[in-house]
């Protein structure tokens, strides 16, 4: 983004970027009149505060998203610090007793003023800092910085919070952004306020509206080989589909044995017989794509090599990048470390030939090499997974994806 004849470079902020970052805050808030009444000393305020938005930055960085925003000559010049409800843990806690000393009290009555306002619900990201150094205050980074976040939550079809330090800036930057007021304003025993905010997302999930690439709709539904198939993603010349249904049960593998993607049965299946169920000009416009096998997320558990592939399954990532991104899988489940469980079920769950809703495989491997990932009955991720040989009516689920050529699946096109 430009302005005033400036770039302003934005990018994700690394462990090695705290200190900086961490000046940039403490001479930002240091006269701020809610954290003012914190430390009363300006001297040893701008300390603490130091310390305190080095925690913040440490937390961000490990359970959140901190962005930093550059501009060529004067180097880094702010911060955004946003996190999850549930990212401010009981470890965060200690660390805030422990360097804020005598003041630990009035920090520990300040986090608890304004959890109290926390907005009731599990799902969304707090703007929990963005700070802009004097000197480059005016120039529109604050405004980079903040839509640069939006734009990623949008696109997942996350709603975020704030509390605006002063009524300028909550009917200003922030109501343009498109938050509004929630509640009433948090007020501190030193009589300052602060004004909760809220913010719906601009855009949902690609599972629940489509739009438009290339004259090809993500999101959509299109037939090829006797399937419907929904398009997930558009890249350059081709298209990732996924299939509408399952299109049979089986097993991920034949034995109770240890098993990646690479080597199991159903791979087997899916790029022989499953391949030559389509005519040779349908299998001509399949495109081969080498396939990442991230090891299991939560579980660490190995997922083997990479391999190369015509038709494929899932894996834990994709459904969460394509079938709703809760960020359960950054930050783990609070309520169980086996499953994601989330608003965007209901896009996940699909039905078998019987019409019944069916559990599906997807390739990441579960806690043990001897299970595979699923997504459940009822639209859960399955991170542990569940046996690979698991064979009945309600399990084994199969549904492939694959990119097809996007020639074949521009409107007018013959199927």
Not at 275 to 282: L, P, R, S, V, W
Not at 361 to 388: E, K, P, Q, Y
């Amino acid at each position: 983004m430009s302005t005033q004849n400036m770039t302003i470079d934005i990018r994700t902020a690394e462990t090695k970027d705290i200190e900086n970052s961490t000046e940039i805050l403490a001479i930002s808030f240091l006269n701020d009149p809610a954290l003012t009444w914190l430390v009363d000393d300006t001297d040893e305020r701008f300390k603490v505060l130091s310390d305190y938005f080095r925690a913040f930055m440490a937390l961000g960085i490990n359970k959140g998203t901190v962005h930093l925003a550059e501009i060529k000559g004067m180097g880094m010049v702010g911060v955004s610090i946003w996190c999850p409800p549930d990212a401010e843990d009981e470890d965060f806690e200690n660390e805030l007793v422990r360097f804020a000393g005598v003041h630990a009290s009035r920090f520990l009555q300040y986090g608890e003023i304004t959890h109290a306002h926390y907005p009731p619900a599990d799902n969304y990201y707090k703007l929990a800092l963005i700070a802009i150094h004097p000197a480059a205050q005016g120039k529109g980074i604050g405004t980079a910085l903040l839509y640069h976040q939006l734009e990623e939550l949008d696109k997942i079809g996350m709603p975020s919070y704030l509390e605006a330090s002063t009524r300028l800036s909550a009917g200003g930057l922030y109501e343009r952004a498109g938050y509004q007021p929630v509640g009433r304003p948090i007020r501190f025993p030193s009589g300052e306020e602060i004004y909760p905010m809220w913010r719906n997302p601009h855009n949902v999930s690609l599972s629940n509206k489509e739009h438009e690439v290339d004259g090809v709709n993500v999101g959509s539904l299109v037939k090829f080989g006797g399937f419907d198939w929904r398009i997930l993603d558009v890249q350059s010349d081709k298209a990732l589909v996924l299939s509408e249904s399952v299109i049979a049960q089986r097993t991920f593998h034949e034995k109770y044995e240890t098993v990646t993607w690479e080597l199991c049965s159903l791979r087997s299946y899916l790029n022989n017989d499953f391949f030559h169920t389509f005519g040779k000009e349908e299998q001509a416009m399949i495109v081969p794509v080498k396939i990442t096998n991230h090891n299991n997320q939560w579980f660490g558990t190995d997922c083997g090599n990479d391999t190369t592939d015509k038709i494929f399954l899932l894996d834990i990532e994709s459904v969460v990048k394509y079938l709703g991104d809760s960020r359960q899988l950054r930050h783990k489940n609070k309520n169980t470390k086996y499953f994601i469980s989330d608003d965007f079920n209901a896009d996940r769950i699909v039905v078998n030939k019987e019409n019944l809703p069916t559990a599906w495989w997807l390739r990441s491997s579960g806690n043990i090499s001897r299970f595979a990932a699923t997504v459940t009955i009822d639209g859960r991720i399955s991170i542990g997974g569940d046996f690979v040989n698991r064979m009945n009516t309600f399990e084994s689920g199969v549904r492939p994806a694959m990119w097809v050529n996007l020639q074949v699946l521009m409107p007018n096109t013959e199927l």
